[in-house]
Every structure is written in structure tokens, then in C-alpha cells.
């Protein structure tokens, strides 16, 4: 089948969603343009900060355009390229979108309370305790992840096959990627200057934000830097301290804008590519409902695919920051919504991508999804005439920004669930090791300082449960959401069935990799230090889960509809 007609097939319905479910949800709960909204009722200049729609857009896109949507529809495609499409927008429509949506919704219309809060308001104390602890352990995995990719991309050298450390073939490109990156923050931060001082809107705003965009992609690939992956460690946590701690408008949101414009920039010109192109898709279409090395099709397919359909971590982005500075009501479709439905159409593109690339017999390509995707890419800018280092440099740096723009938004949201972890309703009269605690500065550096010792003992041995730990996150939130929506006399009969399809997905696929665990100590082949550390983790996660859904089943069952005054 031709890769361009699933391109369009895919962008029809994400479009189709958006303006009528999407539209028919916001009518439904009730969107109230003249309403007061957290960013301006509680206005900081720090977190809580007024910001036209585009700018919340560009935040919520880029932070939660991770890794995810490339590497989950990618690696998912062992089972065929028809059920990853088809899970991807069947998910991305009536999951995900959904759940960001409802996510930030929720927490807008209750003063921008973070998903633990909401919890402990609709369904209890002990509720949000557990899950503002699983939230932080989250961000710390996300973190070790993150920042470990992140300076991978950019590590100039290699080890070869004699254990000798030389410079790399993709040095010169690895690091005009990593300069690339240091300026989009220090233009950023330029451009949140102008911003702010010149109040700059519309073609205004876009036209500076793109000359802050080309000029550090300019420059940058002029100057690379040469530096191995644990410089790049050092550079990419100092980064995200001052991410996490610096007022949303001087570094984070212009960065994100200027990287939605690379980002759209990406998309756009795949898709020309594609329609230049028209490539087969040489995927097979379904492989079966068993693949020997990633397990069944459920629930893996579900979990694999994770953020280009339905994500957790969305909902911590939508509660943490995205609704503290949404200035408008009516933005909020745009910003939840719309931003996950366009993250879906990066996966299919993605999964494209990859089709393209395998072999006539429906081999899949060497490298892994983040190689096959970028070097695909950059293969179609080139069509164009584009100088083949000027595309290498810009797909590595806009693979490496997937990852740090998620990156720096975690920091900020793992910096927040600390604090909230200890904080209470009268702070000013807290005891003195509260009030240290969830001081910004040291929560940020207690929370980056476990997260870098996470990359340096092996996060990756607890890494396989990240998918089932973030589908969870989503069932969680959903069960929140419909708790919620019911006591202030909204409709949320359109949540039921996602939260049952995500409890069901998590807890088969953690029940199975416990069984997988058991058997592997009973056979003598387990390392406790891998299998031992992820077998104690899924088990937490399926008790935490079951604390969680019993609680809140309890509360959505006795709680009256419409108990609640509507806010």
C-alpha cells in the first residue's frame, strides 16, 4: 500500500476528531470563555503565567512529543503495520486525546491543581500520597532515560572493536546537533525576552520565533562540538535545573515554540516527501497475534505504542504546567486535544518512515527507531536538494529535541510533585524541614541528583516495566477524571470504557511479566539486580494500582452526580 494514502487516510480522521468529538466534548463539560482562569487568578510570573494559546500549544506538543510516538510505533510494527494504525488512531481519538484533554480541563477549572491534588480532592489523602510517590519515582526513570539518550545523540565518540575510543563517523554531525541545542536555549531566551517586553502576537511573534529557530540551526551547524557522553550528561542536567526552576516564559515556552516550528518544519516536510516520493509500505500488514520477541499482541501492541496513542505522562504535563498558564478557556481544546491528535500523526508518519525503509520483502531496516526514522527523513529532505549534512544535522538535532523537550518538562514536573509531596494547605506556619523541602531549589536538585544517579547504576534494568508504569498512569487518571466529571453534573460516560481498556491492558501486561519474572527465578537464569529489581516494581505498581482503582471505584460509585457547584 502506498505510505502517502495512510498519511492521508490518518490525517482526515485526526482532523475529523478534532472538530467534531473533540469539539462535542468541550460543549459537553461546558467551556466558559469570560471565566477566570488559574494563569491570571494566580498570576507569579513563575509558574502560574498568562500565555496566549499558540505559545501553551507549542508547550504541550513539544513536551509531550517524546520519544514515545517514533520508537513505540516503530518497534510495534513486528506485529504488522494495520494494528499499530489502527491502535494509534482509534487510541490517539477516544484515549489519549481524551485524557489530556480531560486532564487539563480538570485542573483548570480547580485553581491548576496537579493531577496528586485532584486526587486527594475526589477521592482522598491516602490517594494522592501514593500517587504523587509513584509520579515522582516516574519522573526519575524519565529523567535517567532521557538525559541518557539526550547525550548519546550528541556523543562525538565511539569504542571500537579493540576497546580503543576514537572519534565517531557521525562526530562532526553529533555535534553540531549538541551546539545546535545550547543555542536554541540561549536564543530562547532571547526570544522570551522580546516576547514578553515587546508583548509580541501573531506574525509578530511567529517571525521572530522562526529567526531565533534558523539562526540557531545556522550557526550551530558551523560550530559542532566535540565533546563524549558523559560531558553531554553534565551540559544536559545543568540545563534542566534551570528548566525546571526559571519562570515558564524566559526559557521554557519560547524554547518549545521554537521547537514546534522545527518540529512542523519536520512533519511537513516528510509528508511532501512522501507525496514527491510515494514510497510502498513494505511492512506486513498483520504478522499474527504473536511475535517471539516482544509476547502477544495483548496487551504489548497497547504498551508498545504507549505515547502515540494514549500516555500518562501527558496528563502530568496538562496538570502541572500547560494548565497554569492557559489564559483563555477556549484554548484549552487547541492545547489538549489538538496537540495529542497532531502526536499521532507524528506516529503514523513515523510508522511510514519505517515502512518506507524496509526491504521489498517486508524485512525492517537496521538501526534502531530513532536511527530508521531519522536517517529515513533526512533521506526525503535531500529529494529537495538539501545538502545531506544540512539534513543530517537537522533531523539529529530534532531527534534528540523529541527527547529533551519531554526532558526538561519531567524536571519541572518531577521539581513539582516533590514539593507537593510534602507540602500543606498552611506552609507559612509548616514546620522548617517542610518548608526546606519544597523549596524549589531543593526539590529541583534532590529530584535531578537521584534521577542522574539513576543513569550511572542502570536504569535500564527496571526500563521494561516504563510502559506498563505509563499505561497505568493514563487508567489512573481516567478513573480521576470520571470521578470528577460526575460530581460537578458533567458527562462522563465517554471515559468509562477507555479506563476499563487501559486497567485491563496494565494489569495483563504486568501480570504477565510477573509470571515471565517468577519463571526466570525458578529456572536459576534471574539476576536480582535486573530481574529481582523489576519483579519488585511490578508489584508495587499492581498493588499501588489496585489501592488506587478500589478507592476510586468506592468514590465514583457513592459519590452523588452533580454534588459538586460547577466551577
Known amino acids: 500500500m502506498n505510505t502517502l494514502v495512510i498519511v492521508l487516510i490518518a490525517a482526515v480522521l485526526l482532523t475529523a476528531a478534532y472538530a467534531f468529538y473533540g469539539r462535542w466534548l468541550s460543549k459537553k463539560w461546558g467551556i466558559d470563555p469570560k471565566a477566570e482562569t488559574p494563569a491570571h487568578k494566580f498570576e507569579d510570573g513563575q509558574d502560574y503565567v498568562p500565555t496566549d494559546g499558540w505559545t501553551v500549544f507549542s508547550h504541550q506538543f513539544s513536551s509531550i512529543a517524546g520519544a514515545g510516538p517514533v520508537t513505540g510505533a516503530i518497534q510495534a510494527a513486528v506485529f504488522g503495520w494495520l494494528p499499530v494504525l489502527l491502535w494509534v488512531l482509534i487510541g490517539g481519538i477516544f484515549f489519549g486525546a481524551v485524557t489530556d484533554f480531560g486532564a487539563l480541563y480538570a485542573s483548570v477549572k480547580n485553581d491548576g491543581k496537579s493531577m496528586g491534588l485532584l486526587i486527594e480532592k475526589y477521592i482522598g489523602k491516602l490517594g494522592r500520597k501514593l500517587f504523587l510517590i509513584f509520579c515522582w519515582l516516574f519522573t526519575l526513570i524519565v529523567i535517567a532515560a532521557f538525559a541518557d539518550m539526550v547525550a548519546g545523540t550528541f556523543n562525538a565518540y565511539t569504542v571500537d572493536a579493540n576497546g580503543v575510543i576514537a572519534l565517531s563517523d557521525a562526530a562532526k554531525t553529533n555535534g553540531a546537533a549538541g551546539t545546535i541545542s545550547l543555542l536554541f536555549i540561549a536564543f530562547a531566551m532571547i526570544f522570551g525576552l522580546l516576547h514578553k517586553h515587546l508583548h509580541l502576537t501573531g506574525w509578530k511573534e511567529t517571525v521572530v520565533g522562526l529567526i531565533c529557530t534558523v539562526a540557531a ?38 524554547r518549545d515554540a521554537m521547537t514546534t516550528y522545527m518540529f512542523i518544519g519536520m512533519i511537513a516536510g516528510a509528508v511532501v516527501g512522501l507525496l514527491v516520493a510515494h514510497p510502498a509500505m513494505n511492512l506486513p500488514v498483520f504478522t499474527g497475534f504473536h511475535n517471539d520477541q516482544l509476547g502477544d499482541l495483548f496487551p504489548i501492541l497497547f504498551v508498545t505504542v504507549a505515547c502515540g496513542a494514549v500516555s500518562g505522562f501527558h496528563s502530568l504535563v496538562s496538570s502541572g504546567t500547560s494548565s497554569k498558564t492557559v489564559s483563555n478557556e477556549k484554548d484549552m481544546l487547541k492545547v489538549g486535544y489538538g496537540a495529542m491528535v497532531l502526536e499521532s500523526l507524528l506516529a503514523v508518519l513515523a510508522l511510514c518512515v519505517a515502512g518506507a525503509a524496509a526491504a521489498a520483502d517486508g524485512t525492517a531496516a537496521v538501526g534502531t527507531p530513532f536511527q530508521i526514522f531519522s536517517s529515513g527523513v533526512a533521506g526525503l529532505l535531500e529529494m529537495f536538494g538539501l545538502p545531506i549534512y544540512v539534513a543530517q544535522c537537522f533531523m539529529t538535532m530534532c531527534v534528540s529535541a523529541l527527547a529533551l523537550t519531554s526532558l526538561d518538562a519531567v524536571a519541572r514536573i518531577g521539581r513539582m510533585s516533590f514539593q507537593e509531596l510534602f507540602s500543606v494547605d498552611n506552609m507559612e506556619n509548616a514546620e522548617g524541614w517542610r518548608k526546606f523541602l519544597c523549596n524549589k531549589y531543593v526539590s529541583t536538585i534532590i529530584t535531578l541528583a537521584f534521577g542522574y544517579i539513576l543513569t550511572r547504576v542502570g536504569y535500564s534494568n527496571i526500563w521494561p516495566l516504563f510502559g506498563s508504569a505509563n499505561q497505568l498512569l493514563s487508567a489512573l487518571v481516567l478513573i480521576t477524571l470520571c470521578v470528577f466529571l460526575k460530581v460537578t453534573g458533567r458527562q462522563n460516560k465517554t471515559l468509562i470504557v477507555p479506563c476499563v481498556i487501559m486497567l485491563c491492558v496494565t494489569f495483563t501486561a504486568l501480570v504477565q511479566r510477573t509470571l515471565a519474572l517468577v519463571n526466570a527465578f525458578s529456572a536459576g537464569t534471574a539476576v536480582f539486580m535486573v530481574e529481582g529489581l523489576q519483579l519488585i516494581v511490578a508489584i508495587l505498581l499492581m498493588v499501588l494500582g489496585v489501592i488506587i482503582v478500589v478507592t476510586s471505584g468506592k468514590e465514583l460509585l457513592n459519590k452523588k452526580a452533580g454534588s459538586e457547584a460547577r466551577a
Open 217 to 254: 540551526l545556522a550557526i550551530g551547524m558551523t560550530m559542532p562540538i566535540t565533546l563524549g557522553k558523559d560531558g553531554w550528561t553534565y551540559i544536559t542536567f545543568v540545563y534542566i535545573f534551570f528548566a525546571a526552576v526559571l519562570p515558564m516564559w524566559l526559557l521554557k515556552q519560547p
